[in-house]
C-alpha cells in the first residue's frame, strides 16, 4: 500500500526567508502527490498537486514542488516565506493504479515563521 | 460559487451518544468525501459518496457510517461515540476526482 511521510514535525524560518517541507512517498509506479495547506481553525486548501508530466510545479501563494523519481520525493519549496505563510502543511498520494486509491495524508509540518 | 458547508461547525456530546454531521458540496459536484482529523492519526479517510453510493471506505469500525443524498448533500453518522471520536471531521466537495478537491472547515466534535 502507498504510505506517505513528512520527516519534519515543526519547522521555523525567518519571514524572508526560503523554505523546503520535505514528502517521501512509497509507492511501485508513479502516485498523484500533493500538497495542502490547512490554517488554524480551517480546512484544507490544495497548493498544489502532480500527475505527470514536468516534474517542477507551480502552485498558489509562489509555492512550488518538484518531484524526483529517484529518491521518492516531493517537497515543497518557497523562495521567500510571509507571516501568512504559518499553517500546517500536509503531503497526500493517491495510487492512481491502485484498487486502493484512496487519498493518503502525511502527519503534517507545522510552519512557524519568526519575525 | 458557494463553497463548502458543514454543519453544525461544534458539537460536543456525551460517550454512547450518536451524533450526525451534515456536508452541502458545491454545486455541480457529486461527490463527497470525508476525513477525521486528529493530533495522533492525523488525517485519515473515512469514505467517499458518488451519486449516492458509496464509493470508498477507509479503516473505520461499522460504528461511522454515511449516506448521500439526491442533491449530493452527505451526512455522516457516529453511533455509540467513544472518547477517540473526538475530533475535526473534514468533508471534501470533489469536482473531477482528486484533480478538484474542495475542503469544508470541518466539525470539530468534542465527546465527554
Known amino acids: 500500500a502507498q504510505s506517505v511521510t513528512q520527516p519534519d514535525i515543526h519547522i521555523t524560518v525567518s519571514e524572508g526567508a526560503s523554505l523546503e517541507l520535505r514528502c517521501n512517498y512509497s509507492?511501485?509506479?508513479?502516485?498523484?502527490l500533493f500538497w495542502y495547506v490547512q490554517s488554524p481553525g480551517q480546512g484544507l486548501q490544495l497548493l498544489l498537486k502532480?500527475?505527470?508530466?514536468?516534474?517542477l510545479v507551480q502552485g498558489i501563494k509562489g509555492f512550488e514542488a518538484e518531484f524526483k523519481r529517484s529518491q521518492s520525493s516531493f517537497n515543497l519549496r518557497k523562495p521567500s516565506v510571509h507571516w501568512s505563510d504559518a499553517a500546517e502543511y500536509f503531503c497526500?498520494?493517491?495510487?492512481?493504479?491502485?484498487?486502493?486509491?484512496?487519498?493518503?495524508f502525511g502527519k503534517g509540518t507545522r510552519l512557524h515563521i519568526l519575525p | 460559487k458557494a463553497g463548502v458547508t458543514q454543519t453544525p461547525r461544534y458539537l460536543i456530546k456525551t460517550r454512547g451518544q450518536q451524533v450526525t454531521l451534515s456536508c452541502s458540496p458545491i454545486?455541480?459536484?457529486?461527490?463527497v468525501s470525508w476525513y477525521q482529523q486528529t493530533p495522533g492519526q492525523g488525517l485519515q479517510f473515512l469514505f467517499e459518496?458518488?451519486?449516492?453510493?458509496?464509493?470508498n471506505k477507509g479503516n473505520f469500525p461499522g460504528r461511522f457510517s454515511g449516506r448521500q443524498f439526491s442533491n449530493s448533500r452527505s451526512e455522516m453518522n457516529v453511533s455509540t461515540l467513544e472518547l477517540g471520536d473526538s475530533a475535526l471531521y473534514l468533508c471534501?466537495?470533489?469536482?473531477?476526482?482528486?484533480?478538484?478537491?474542495?475542503f469544508g472547515p470541518g466539525t470539530r466534535l468534542t465527546v465527554l
Open positions: 471534501a466537495s470533489n469536482g473531477q476526482g482528486y484533480n478538484e478537491q474542495f
Open positions: 459518496y458518488f451519486s449516492e453510493t458509496q464509493r
Open positions: 497526500a498520494v493517491v495510487a492512481p493504479m491502485s484498487r486502493d486509491d484512496k487519498i493518503i
Open positions: 502532480y500527475f505527470s508530466g514536468d516534474t
Open positions: 509507492y511501485g509506479a508513479t502516485p498523484y
Open positions: 454545486s455541480g459536484h457529486r461527490s
